[in-house]
């Protein structure tokens, strides 16, 4: 009976516990449920404020990286976002529509800041880390007569970056010149790339503010042209940590003309390449293709709209030059001498000949050149198999001839 009665209550005692457990779980799950809409609580950055865009520089500029993240909130409170790398703390800046932001601390990595507001609002902010790079590089198809421009983007940072917009910085701001620097929209574009002392201050949302280029429709973002460096935008990128990324930036038409140039009896292969886009071309190198095979490099300047560039692709072996000298009274101290100067193609194709020549002495008949601020010149075309002969006559020194003929 008594071993009963201790059973008994301690039946009652197990089912008084479990009613305690179920009733302070219940409250606990309310309080939390209710926390999530208590003002002052701190809020998952991923769920609030992404990574909606990047700055990248190129390598020769340096390799800090802005960093845009976005979101909106409903009510004011305390929120965070996690920080990986910042490279300066004055680089952040808080910016919000529909509301203020009261103060924001930095606690090692994570980042937090109390607004307040009473009404949806839009909140950007923006830090710099490190680090990310990126190069880009011309690649010129000449049977299709096409130009694009390819940036390979090194991403050092601690972090992905997923589905983002790219903004990819060309030039030096320091380059640009003052008369560009007055134009409001460009002090704007300028206020992007001039971080030297991380002064967010001169970013905020400048960039959204710029008027892009869209004339190409393989563009796949926009431009800015700037005239001495360019910031080019590229949407829904994905740049995976500790990885090389290569995005085509742009590509475009071009006219293109190949022609051979001879200078001191050397014929060498040149393209001309008319640049007929919207926006101008930054400096960078330049690889040209011909039947999907690489042909040649050089390295271009600044090419505005409308404008041209020149670039060397190498020795034109299939064109032959052969110098002749006639010289009159060899006696004399002064001498008339006749230049004749054959030059064969004994290619299959046809070229255009841009010749060019610096003579020695005082010109008595410049034959079938033109002289231009003291250059021999002379253009054409010389069909497959076909020799020309170029010819003008000079009057010089005995011994600027002997003293050449001794170092040659």
Not at 319 to 332: A, G, H, L, M
């Amino acid at each position: 009976m008594f071993f009963g009665d201790r059973m008994k209550k301690w039946k009652i005692v197990c089912t008084m516990m479990v009613v305690v457990l179920v009733v302070v779980t219940g409250v606990m799950l309310a309080l939390n449920v209710m926390k999530e809409h208590v003002p002052g609580v701190t809020i998952p950055e991923k769920e609030f404020f992404p990574v909606t865009s990047i700055v990248v520089y190129q390598s020769d500029t340096n390799n800090l990286v802005m960093v845009v993240r976005e979101g909106t909130v409903n009510s004011s409170g305390v929120y965070s976002v996690n920080i990986s790398g910042l490279a300066e703390e004055d680089s952040i800046k808080i910016e919000m529509e529909n509301g203020s932001v009261v103060q924001y601390w930095l606690n090692e990595q994570n980042l937090s800041f109390k607004v307040e507001c009473n009404k949806t609002a839009h909140i950007a902010i923006t830090y710099f880390i490190t680090s990310a790079f990126w190069n880009g590089r011309y690649n010129l198809d000449l049977d299709d007569e096409r130009i694009a421009l390819v940036g390979k983007v090194a991403n050092h940072c601690n972090e992905d970056f997923d589905g983002v917009t790219l903004i990819l910085v060309a030039g030096k701001t320091h380059t640009v010149p003052d008369r560009i620097r007055d134009e409001p929209v460009l002090k704007q574009t300028i206020s992007i790339v001039n971080c030297d002392a991380y002064n967010a201050e001169a970013w905020g949302m400048a960039w959204r503010n710029v008027t892009l280029t869209n004339s190409e429709d393989s563009l796949k973002g926009g431009s800015v042209d700037i005239g001495i460096y360019a910031v080019y935008w590229l949407s829904n990128v994905t740049l995976l940590r500790g990885r090389e990324t290569y995005v085509q930036v742009w590509s475009a038409d071009v006219n293109i003309t190949e022609y051979v140039k001879i200078k001191d009896d050397n014929p060498k292969l040149f393209l001309n390449v008319k640049n007929p886009s919207a926006y101008s071309w930054v400096s960078g190198n330049v690889y040209s293709y011909k039947y999907g095979i690489f042909v040649g490099s050089d390295t271009i300047d600044y090419t505005p709209r409308n404008s041209s560039f020149e670039i060397e692709i190498g020795w034109a072996f299939d064109i032959i030059v052969n110098r002749d000298e006639v010289v009159e009274n060899e006696t004399s101290s002064y001498q008339n001498v006749t230049i004749r100067i054959n030059i064969t193609n004994k290619d299959i194709t046809s070229f255009e000949i841009r010749f060019e020549e610096r003579f020695i002495g005082t010109i008595i008949d410049i034959g079938n050149l033109t002289l231009e601020d003291g250059i021999l010149k002379t253009a054409f075309t010389l069909n497959s198999g076909e020799t020309k002969m170029l010819e003008y006559r000079v009057h010089r020194s005995r011994w600027i001839i002997l003293y050449n003929d001794t170092n040659n």
